[in-house]
C-alpha cells in the first residue's frame, strides 16, 4: 500500500495506461452505441407504424436522433481525443488559456439555432396532432378502470348518454350509464375498441378511479386518463389488423396486466361488428 | 485580541466531548460527513431495491426459493408479487433522488465544503445545520418504517400521483405505507429548507476577505443557486405533501375528483383536480433533478481545471450558465406533462423554455472539453470520474432533447427511454461527480489517502457497467416498453424484447457489486489510508491551505484572505503550476510553497495555513 501512496509528483508520470484505456473506452462507447443501434434496428426497434400522424412523429423523432447521435459522437470522439493527446507525459505546463469569446458565442449560438429549428418543427408538429377532429370522425369514448378498457359507442343518436357513477353495477351496468337518460338508450359498449382503417377516431377518454394512460405504440399515441376529465385525441389509423393497448401510467399492482384489444377493421366490417351483440 | 481571534479560540479553546464532537456537533465538516455517511446507508439500500427490480424484470414470474425465506412477504415461495415490486420501485426512486443524492450532495458536499472554500469558520447558523441534519435520521426511520406496515412501503412511484396515492382502497401501496412515505418527505423538506436557509446566508454574509462572488469556485456557485432552487421549490413539494395527507387523512378534496368508483366501491370525494398534484409536485420536481446537478456541475468543475492543470475555460461563462439554468429549471415543469391532459398548448410553451436549457447545458459541455484542450491531464481516481461525469451527463442530456418535443414524447414518454434519459442525466452524472468529489476531498475530510489502486478499480468496472445498464434500455423504451411493470411478457410488442433485459439486470449487478470496492477503500482509509499533506493536489481554492483535516474553526488564529481567482493553473512565470487564492497579489510565489509538507508530514502544521491572513 504504502508504495502505491506516494508522492503526487511520481504519480504523475504514470498515467499514460490511464489515458489509453479512457480513450479507448469511450472510443468504444461510440463504436459500441453505433453498433448496438444498428443491430437494435433490425429487432429491437419502434413498432411497425399504422396512423396517418405517426408517419411525422417518427420522422421528427429520427431526425432528432439523427442530431443528438452526431452530437454524441463529436463529444466523445473530442473527448477521447483530448484525453489521449493532452496527459500528463511529463511536457511543460499546461496552456494558461481560459477565455475566447468568439469560441463561446459560437457554441452559444449554434446550439441556439438547432433549438429553434427543433422548437419550431414539433411545435408546428403538436399543433396538427391536437388540431380539431375532421367531421368524418368515429367517435368512441374509451374508458379505463383497474385493470382494463371498456368502449362505448353512441348509437344511432350519435349523443352519448349521461353517466351517473351512483347507478354503476359491476354485471348489469359497468359503465354507469344513466338509466333516466335517453340519449344513453342507443349506446353500445364493448370490451373491444373497434376502429374504421383509414377512418379519423376521436377518442374521448375517461377514468373510472385512478390515472391511467391510453398508450398504442403502433399508432403512436399515448394520452393519460384522467379521473373526473374527459381528454379528447383523435388519430387516423392506416392498416388493418389487432393491435393491443397497454397502460402506460402507474395504476396499482395490476398495471403491468392492464391490456385492451383493439380491431382495426373495414367500414362494413365494422358495421356488422357495432350491430352484433357483444360483452 | 479582535473578534475573529476570539471566535477562533471558542471554537477551539477545550476539548469537546465524544457526543459533542462527533455527535451532536454543530460543526459544518461533522455534520456534512453525518450527512455523508447516512447517505451511504440509503445508497446501499436503494442500490439493493434496484437489484430486486432488475432480478424481477430481467426474469419475471421466476422463483427465488433462497430469497423467498428471507422476504417471505414479499417474495412468497420466492417468486416476487406485484406489490412489492412496486414498493421497491418506488422506494428505490424515492430513495435514490431525496435520501441519497440530496442528501449526499447539498447535505454533505455542501456542508463540509462552503465554509472550507470561502473562507469561514463555520456555517452562518451552526446551530440550525446541527437541526437540519438531525431531521434526516427520523425522516429514515419513519420510511424504512413503512416496509413493515400492513400493505407494505408506497407503491405508487417516487411521483406519488393521485388518485391512486390518495385513495388507500386502490393498491396496497397506497396504505399506511403511504401516509408515511408523505410524512417522511415532509420531515426531510423541513431539513433541506433550514439548509438552504444556512448556505445561502453563509455564502452571502460570511466569504472571506477579497472572497468576491466572482472569484467563488464553481463549486460553490453551483452549491449556493441549488440552496436558493432548494428553498423556493421545496416548500411547494412540502404544501403538496401536506394537502395530499389532509386528501387521505382529513375527509379534503384537493386532487380527488367527483364520481371514482374504486371496484365496485363509490369513493367519496368530490371537487379535486389530480392534474393540481402533477403541476405542484412537477414545480418542485424539475428544480429537483438541477439540485441534483449543479452541485456536480461545480465540483466537476473544479477537480477538472485541478487535474489538467488549467484554469477552468470561461469562468464567467459556467457562472451564467449555472445561473441560467436554475431560472430556467422553474419555467420547465410542464414537459412532465406533455401526455397528461393539460392543455395542448402549455405543452408548446415548456417544449420552448425546455429546449432552451439545451443552450447553457451545451456551453457547459464545450467548455470542459475547452478546458481540456493542451491540458496535463492527471488521470487520478477524482479525474476519472470527472470524465466519467462528462460522458455521461452528455449521453443523458441529448435524449432530453428527444424527450422535450412533445410530438417525440407522445411515444417515448413513460417508456424505459425516459428512465435511460433520467439515470443517465441525474442519476448516474451525479453519482460519479459524488465518486470524483469524494476520492478528491476525501484527503481533507479524513486527513488521509484514499487508495488510488481501488480507486481505479472502481472506475473501470462502474463505467462500462453504467453503460451496459443503462444504454439498451434506450432500445427497450424504442420498442414501447413501459416503465413500472412488473413483467413485460404479456405485450405483443414486447416480445423478444428479453435479451435487453438480461443485458440491462446483468449490468446492473456488476454496478452495484463494484460500489463495494468503493465502500471497502472509503471505511480502510479512513482508518488506515497513508496521512495526507495539507494540499496534495496542488489545488488553488482555500480549503487546500487548511490542515488536513482542518480543527474546529477551520483556520487557526486568522482568517484567510483571498487575492485571485480559483483557478490560477499553470500561470506563465509562476515557480509552481499553481498559486494558492490566498497568496498575496504581486509576491513571487516561492518554491514549494502550497504543496504542504513533503511526503512523510503528518499534514498538522497549523503556521503554515495562516499564511494568508498575513498579507
Given amino acids: 500500500m504504502a508504495s502505491e501512496e506516494s508522492t503526487t509528483r511520481e504519480r504523475t508520470h504514470r498515467f499514460g495506461g490511464s489515458a489509453a484505456a479512457l480513450a479507448g473506452l469511450l472510443a468504444l462507447v461510440i463504436v459500441g452505441a453505433i453498433v448496438a443501434t444498428?443491430?437494435?434496428?433490425?429487432?429491437?426497434?419502434?413498432?411497425?407504424?399504422?396512423?396517418?400522424?405517426?408517419?411525422?412523429?417518427?420522422?421528427?423523432?429520427?431526425?432528432?436522433?439523427?442530431?443528438?447521435s452526431a452530437a454524441f459522437i463529436l463529444v466523445h470522439g473530442v473527448l477521447a481525443l483530448f484525453v489521449w493527446l493532452y496527459r500528463d507525459r511529463g511536457q511543460a505546463r499546461a496552456s494558461y488559456w481560459h477565455e475566447h469569446r468568439g469560441l463561446e458565442l459560437t457554441y452559444t449560438i449554434v446550439p441556439a439555432i438547432v433549438m429553434a429549428g427543433l422548437t419550431f418543427s414539433a411545435a408546428g408538429l403538436w399543433s396538427?396532432?391536437?388540431?380539431?377532429?375532421?367531421?368524418?370522425?368515429?367517435?368512441?369514448?374509451?374508458?379505463?378502470?383497474?385493470?382494463?378498457?371498456?368502449?362505448?359507442?353512441?348509437?344511432?343518436?350519435?349523443?352519448?348518454?349521461?353517466?351517473?357513477?351512483?347507478?354503476?353495477?359491476?354485471?348489469?351496468?359497468p359503465i354507469a350509464l344513466d338509466r333516466a337518460d335517453p340519449a344513453g338508450r342507443d349506446d353500445i359498449t364493448s370490451?373491444?375498441?373497434?376502429?374504421?382503417?383509414?377512418?379519423?377516431?376521436?377518442?374521448?377518454?375517461?377514468?373510472?378511479?385512478?390515472?391511467?394512460?391510453?398508450?398504442?405504440?403502433?399508432?403512436?399515441?399515448?394520452?393519460?386518463?384522467?379521473?373526473?376529465?374527459?381528454?379528447?385525441?383523435?388519430?387516423?389509423?392506416?392498416?388493418?389488423?389487432?393491435?393491443?393497448?397497454?397502460?402506460?401510467?402507474?395504476?396499482?399492482?395490476?398495471?403491468?396486466?392492464?391490456?385492451?384489444?383493439?380491431?382495426?377493421?373495414?367500414?362494413?366490417?365494422?358495421?356488422?361488428?357495432?350491430?352484433a351483440p357483444k360483452s | 485580541?479582535?473578534?475573529?481571534?476570539?471566535?477562533?479560540?471558542?471554537?477551539?479553546?477545550?476539548?469537546?466531548?465524544?457526543?459533542?464532537?462527533?455527535?451532536?456537533?454543530?460543526?459544518?465538516?461533522?455534520?456534512?460527513?453525518?450527512?455523508?455517511?447516512?447517505?451511504?446507508?440509503?445508497?446501499?439500500?436503494?442500490?439493493?431495491?434496484?437489484?430486486?427490480?432488475?432480478?424481477?424484470?430481467?426474469?419475471?414470474?421466476?422463483?427465488?426459493?433462497?430469497?423467498?425465506?428471507?422476504?417471505?412477504?414479499?417474495?412468497?415461495?420466492?417468486?416476487?408479487?406485484?406489490?412489492?415490486?412496486?414498493?421497491?420501485?418506488?422506494?428505490?426512486?424515492?430513495?435514490?433522488?431525496?435520501?441519497v443524492l440530496t442528501t449526499l450532495l447539498t447535505g454533505g458536499f455542501g456542508n463540509f465544503l462552503i465554509p472550507l472554500q470561502i473562507g469561514a469558520r463555520d456555517m452562518a447558523f451552526p446551530f440550525l445545520n446541527a437541526i437540519s441534519y438531525w431531521l434526516y435520521p427520523p425522516a429514515v426511520i419513519v420510511l424504512l418504517a413503512s416496509f413493515f406496515v400492513a400493505g407494505g412501503a408506497a407503491g405508487g412511484g417516487w411521483t406519488a400521483y393521485?388518485?391512486?396515492?390518495?385513495?388507500?382502497?386502490?393498491?396496497?401501496?397506497?396504505?399506511?405505507?403511504?401516509?408515511?412515505?408523505?410524512?417522511?418527505?415532509?420531515?426531510?423538506?423541513?431539513?433541506?429548507?433550514?439548509?438552504?436557509?444556512?448556505?445561502?446566508?453563509?455564502?452571502?454574509?460570511?466569504?472571506?476577505?477579497?472572497?468576491?462572488?466572482?472569484?467563488?469556485?464553481?463549486?460553490i456557485w453551483g452549491l449556493f443557486v441549488t440552496a436558493v432552487l432548494s428553498l423556493l421549490a421545496f416548500p411547494v413539494l412540502l404544501a403538496?405533501?401536506?394537502?395530499?395527507?389532509?386528501?387521505?387523512?382529513?375527509?379534503?378534496?384537493?386532487?380527488?375528483?367527483?364520481?371514482?368508483?374504486?371496484?365496485?366501491?363509490?369513493?367519496?370525494?368530490?371537487?379535486?383536480?389530480?392534474?393540481?398534484?402533477?403541476?405542484?409536485?412537477?414545480?418542485?420536481?424539475?428544480?429537483?433533478?438541477?439540485?441534483?446537478?449543479?452541485?456536480?456541475?461545480?465540483?466537476?468543475?473544479?477537480?477538472?481545471?485541478?487535474?489538467?492543470?488549467?484554469?477552468?475555460?470561461?469562468?464567467?461563462?459556467?457562472?451564467?450558465?449555472?445561473?441560467?439554468?436554475?431560472?430556467?429549471?422553474?419555467?420547465?415543469?410542464?414537459?412532465?406533462?406533455y401526455t397528461s391532459g393539460m392543455h395542448p398548448l402549455l405543452g408548446t410553451a415548456f417544449m420552448t423554455t425546455t429546449l432552451i436549457i439545451a443552450v447553457p447545458s451545451a456551453i457547459k459541455t464545450f467548455n470542459w472539453l475547452a478546458t481540456l484542450w493542451r491540458a496535463k491531464i492527471r488521470f487520478t481516481s477524482a479525474m476519472l470520474f470527472t470524465l466519467g461525469f462528462l460522458s455521461l451527463f452528455v449521453t443523458g442530456g441529448l435524449t432530453g432533447i428527444m424527450l422535450g418535443q412533445p410530438p417525440v414524447d407522445i411515444y417515448l414518454q413513460d417508456t424505459f427511454f425516459v428512465v435511460a434519459h433520467f439515470h443517465f442525466v441525474m442519476g448516474l452524472a451525479a453519482i460519479f461527480a459524488a465518486f470524483a468529489g469524494t476520492y478528491f476531498w476525501f484527503p481533507k475530510m479524513f486527513g488521509r489517502m484514499m487508495s488510488e489502486r481501488l480507486g481505479k478499480w472502481h472506475f473501470w468496472l462502474s463505467f462500462p457497467a453504467a453503460y451496459l445498464t443503462f444504454f439498451p434500455m434506450h432500445y427497450a423504451g424504442m420498442m414501447g416498453m413501459m416503465r413500472r411493470i412488473y413483467s413485460p411478457a404479456l405485450y405483443a410488442h414486447l416480445q423478444g424484447l428479453q435479451p435487453i433485459n438480461i443485458v440491462v439486470s446483468i449490468g446492473a449487478f456488476i454496478l452495484f457489486a463494484a460500489q463495494f470496492i468503493f465502500l471497502v477503500n472509503f471505511f480502510r482509509s479512513a482508518f488506515r489510508g497513508p496521512k495526507a499533506e495539507t494540499n496534495p493536489w496542488g489545488?488553488?481554492?482555500?480549503?487546500?491551505?487548511?490542515?488536513?483535516?482542518?480543527?474546529?474553526?477551520?483556520?487557526?488564529?486568522?482568517?484567510?484572505?483571498?487575492?485571485?481567482?480559483?483557478?490560477?493553473?499553470?500561470?506563465?512565470?509562476?515557480?509552481?503550476?499553481?498559486?494558492?487564492?490566498?497568496?498575496?497579489?504581486?509576491?513571487?510565489?516561492?518554491?514549494?510553497?502550497?504543496?504542504?509538507?513533503?511526503?512523510?508530514?503528518?499534514?498538522?502544521?497549523?503556521?503554515?495555513?495562516?499564511?494568508?491572513?498575513?498579507?
Avoid at chain 1, 145 to 154: D, K, N, S
Avoid at chain 2, 577 to 589: C, L
Avoid at chain 2, 605 to 615: F, L, V
Fill in chain 1, 38 to 68: 444498428l443491430v437494435a434496428r433490425t429487432r429491437w426497434w419502434l413498432p411497425p407504424l399504422a396512423s396517418v400522424h405517426g408517419r411525422e412523429v417518427d420522422r421528427l423523432l429520427f431526425v432528432t436522433f439523427g442530431i443528438i
Fill in chain 1, 128 to 173: 396538427r396532432i391536437h388540431s380539431a377532429p375532421p367531421p368524418t370522425a368515429l367517435i368512441v369514448e374509451v374508458r379505463a378502470e383497474q385493470f382494463g378498457w371498456r368502449a362505448r359507442y353512441p348509437g344511432a343518436d350519435g349523443q352519448f348518454g349521461k353517466i351517473d357513477p351512483r347507478q354503476f353495477n359491476m354485471q348489469a351496468n
Fill in chain 1, 191 to 275: 370490451a373491444e375498441i373497434h376502429l374504421v382503417v383509414n377512418r379519423p377516431v376521436e377518442v374521448r377518454l375517461r377514468s373510472k378511479d385512478v390515472l391511467h394512460s391510453f398508450f398504442v405504440p403502433a399508432f403512436r399515441v399515448k394520452q393519460d386518463a384522467v379521473p373526473g376529465i374527459t381528454v379528447s385525441f383523435w388519430f387516423t389509423p392506416t392498416a388493418t389488423g389487432t393491435y393491443e393497448v397497454a397502460c402506460a401510467e402507474l395504476c396499482g399492482v395490476g398495471h403491468y396486466a392492464m391490456r385492451g384489444k383493439v380491431v382495426v377493421e373495414t367500414q362494413e366490417q365494422f358495421d356488422a361488428w357495432l350491430a
Fill in chain 2, 1 to 99: 485580541m479582535d473578534a475573529a481571534t476570539a471566535h477562533a479560540e471558542a471554537h477551539t479553546g477545550h476539548e469537546l466531548s465524544f457526543w459533542r464532537k462527533y455527535i451532536f456537533s454543530t460543526d459544518h465538516k461533522i455534520i456534512g460527513l453525518q450527512y455523508a455517511f447516512t447517505s451511504m446507508f440509503m445508497a446501499v439500500l436503494g442500490g439493493l431495491l434496484a437489484m430486486f427490480v432488475r432480478l424481477q424484470l430481467a426474469w419475471p414470474g421466476r422463483a427465488w426459493p433462497i430469497l423467498g425465506s428471507l422476504l417471505p412477504g414479499g417474495m412468497p415461495g420466492g417468486e416476487m408479487t406485484p406489490a412489492f415490486y412496486l414498493a421497491s420501485v418506488t422506494m428505490h426512486g424515492t430513495i435514490m433522488i431525496f435520501f
Fill in chain 2, 162 to 219: 393521485p388518485p391512486l396515492s390518495a385513495l388507500p382502497q386502490a393498491a396496497p401501496g397506497s396504505g399506511m405505507g403511504q401516509t408515511l412515505w408523505l410524512i417522511s418527505l415532509a420531515i426531510l423538506i423541513v431539513a433541506f429548507l433550514l439548509g438552504s436557509l444556512n448556505y445561502i446566508t453563509t455564502v452571502l454574509q460570511l466569504r472571506a476577505r477579497g472572497m468576491s462572488m466572482l472569484r467563488l469556485p464553481l463549486t
Fill in chain 2, 240 to 337: 403538496a405533501a401536506i394537502m395530499l395527507l389532509f386528501d387521505r387523512m382529513g375527509g379534503t378534496s384537493f386532487f380527488v375528483p367527483a364520481g371514482l368508483i374504486v371496484g365496485t366501491v363509490p369513493v367519496d370525494h368530490a371537487g379535486g383536480n389530480p392534474l393540481l398534484w402533477q403541476h405542484l409536485f412537477w414545480f418542485l420536481g424539475h428544480p429537483e433533478v438541477y439540485v441534483l446537478i449543479l452541485p456536480p456541475m461545480g465540483m466537476v468543475s473544479d477537480i477538472l481545471a485541478n487535474n489538467a492543470r488549467k484554469p477552468i475555460f470561461g469562468y464567467r461563462f459556467m457562472v451564467a450558465s449555472i445561473v441560467a439554468i436554475a431560472f430556467l429549471s422553474f419555467l420547465v415543469w410542464g414537459h412532465h406533462m
Fill in chain 2, 539 to 615: 489545488a488553488t481554492t482555500l480549503e487546500w491551505q487548511a490542515p488536513s483535516p482542518p480543527p474546529h474553526g477551520n483556520w487557526g488564529a486568522h482568517l484567510p484572505t483571498v487575492h485571485r481567482w480559483a483557478y490560477e493553473y499553470s500561470p506563465p512565470g509562476a515557480a509552481e503550476d499553481f498559486i494558492p487564492q490566498s497568496h498575496p497579489a504581486g509576491v513571487p510565489v516561492p518554491a514549494g510553497d502550497g504543496q504542504g509538507p513533503a511526503p512523510g508530514g503528518d499534514g498538522v502544521q497549523g503556521d503554515e495555513h495562516a499564511r494568508g491572513g498575513r498579507g
